[in-house]
């Protein structure tokens, strides 16, 4: 991988992350310390598995 694609890669992560994040917070009722961080560390794992999903399909 080249810078070019590291940073794409980086992008779409962040993206998926903030989306998933998002809709975590939309979906829970109370939002304290722990479901902040149960959120964000869930997003983060379904981000990453969106972005190797979209280079498996893609054949990237």
């Known amino acids: 991988m ?3 694609t590291t940073l794409l890669g980086v992008a779409e992560v962040l993206a998926w992350w903030a989306v998933l994040a ?4 939309v979906f ?3 939002v304290d310390t722990l479901e902040l961080v149960v959120g964000a560390s869930a997003a983060l794992v379904g981000a990453f598995a ?3 999903a ?5 054949g990237w």
């Open 54 to 58: 979209r280079r498996a399909v893609s």
């Open 50 to 52: 969106a972005w190797g």
């Open 2 to 4: 080249n810078r070019r």
């Open 22 to 25: 998002l809709l975590w917070l």
């Open 28 to 30: 829970i009722s109370a």
